[in-house]
């Protein structure tokens, strides 16, 4: 919808033209329930969202997911729904100026008509703390619902208190019948979509479907791309990796899936899952991860996964990095690759990594006691009159002494840490 961004703005119109020049994503766009694909656990009967978009919306929400799985289309069927004044509003174009505008104008609208204002925020993530919180005191009085719309976990990325003044929906990526059944739609579609002009079968739209990781935005722009190229042409799988050329990987280098990558590399790691390691591994450099930074992980998992179970896992991990480190992209990736397998296949053993974390807590819980007499060193004449030393046995010439001489202080005496496993 266009639409003043202050003005008496109407929820935005089923039958609302687009222009013919759009990209056929947004041509396509969902202008009814009907035709809204996937998010069953949200809009489905009986779900969350069921009473809300027949018109009962009351409080405000924060829609999370990935690009292309229809936040913004969800926001404006709400808004249509509703029939409230609908403001669409971008965290990428707009600052706190223009949000204190359209906030005074919702409280004027409220106070003139006794309605709410439904304010459609794109990407809310990218406002910061202050631009947040200037929406709290709107929505605690009802001068607006939001509808706040996300890529990022809203755990990091949105305020507490407004998290806590909305509820939090999940969408998740489409499955590949259902991007078919969108790029299906496309293809015959005469008014907004291709017309039967793209001569592509249901295999071909699978293969598109595989290639856009669930997003249907993605879909349409890579069906679209292809009719472009085949003219009259059949639009084949050749067709189609042309029209691709590369797949590019959802990720975000200090975001959610980020964590999410290589939360699974490690964890596929320490279960012995060569496999899954390897995956994960490629996964993130084909993302175009930091490599340092995945050398410096792999020597961690050595540390903390493997650790005395086979000590040549660290070296391993120090001789890979090094490798990268002469050779490089790409042949040096084969190195993190042959360490990462490694890893997986090595047999596993955290007993430093539980013993070092428990010293930790007894170093930082119980009191500094002095060192025993017999440890300390008796390096001046005073020193051994005062009794530094008195008592030490030599290991070497003592074996007993391992046994017999206590080495902790008297108040951990007998405390134990590291157990072999």
């Known amino acids: 919808m266009s639409a003043d961004l202050f003005g008496e703005a109407d929820a935005p119109r089923a039958d609302e033209p687009v222009p013919k020049d759009a990209p056929l994503a947004e041509r396509m766009r969902p202008r009814t329930l009907a035709e809204y694909v996937g998010q069953q656990h949200l809009v489905g009967a009986g779900r969350v969202l069921e009473h809300a978009l027949k018109g009962e919306l009351g409080a405000s929400l924060i829609l999370w997911g990935p690009p292309g799985t229809g936040k913004t289309t969800l926001a404006r069927l709400l808004a249509q729904a509703s029939k409230r004044r609908f403001v669409p509003f971008s965290a990428v174009t707009s600052g706190i100026k223009e949000i204190k505008e359209v906030m005074a104008e919702a409280a004027s609208t409220r106070r003139r008509t006794g309605a709410s204002t439904l304010l459609f925020v794109d990407e809310i993530h990218r406002f910061n703390k202050a ?44 499955g590949e019948p259902e991007l078919v059944a969108i790029l299906r739609r496309a293809r015959d579609d005469e008014e907004r979509g291709l017309g039967g002009k793209a001569r592509i079968d249901d295999d071909g ?10 997003d249907a935005r993605r879909a349409l722009n890579l069906l679209e791309a292809a009719a472009s190229l085949a003219s009259e042409r059949t639009i084949d799988i050749a067709l189609l990796q042309e029209a691709l050329q590369k797949k ?12 999410n990558l290589i939360s699974a590399l490690h964890k596929s790691v320490r279960n ?43 070296r391993v991990c120090l001789d890979a990095a090094e490798t990268y480190e002469r050779l490089g992209t790409p042949e040096g990736e084969l190195a993190l690759a042959q360490a990462a397998v490694y890893l997986a296949r090595a047999p596993k053993s955290n007993a430093v990594y539980v013993a070092y974390g428990q010293a930790r807590a007894d170093v930082a819980q119980t009191s500094n006691e002095p060192v025993p007499l017999h440890l300390r060193n008796a390096s001046t004449s005073l ?9 030490y046995r030599y290991a070497h ?15 951990l005496a007998g405390r134990r840490y590291f157990e072999p496993g």
């Open 131 to 174: 631009q947040q919180d200037a929406f709290l005191p709107h929505v605690e009085r009802g001068d607006i619902v939001l509808i706040g719309a996300t890529t990022e976990n809203p755990s990091f990325e949105v305020v507490g208190p407004l998290l806590s003044r909305a509820r939090t929906l999940v969408l998740q990526p489409l």
């Open 205 to 214: 739209l699978a293969w598109i479907a595989r290639a856009a990781d669930g």
């Open 248 to 259: 590019t990987l959802l990720y975000d280098k200090s975001g959610e899936e980020h964590y």
């Open 272 to 314: 012995s899952d060569d496999d899954a390691a390897l995956y994960w591994l490629v996964r993130m450099l084909e993302s175009g991860e930091d490599r340092g930074y995945l050398a410096r992980r792999l020597i961690r998992m050595a540390l903390e996964d493997i650790g005395l179970a086979d000590v040549n896992a660290l």
């Open 383 to 391: 020193m051994k009159g005062l009794g530094y030393g008195q008592g």
């Open 397 to 411: 010439d003592d074996p007993a002494a391992r046994a017999e001489m206590d080495c902790l202080p008297p108040g």
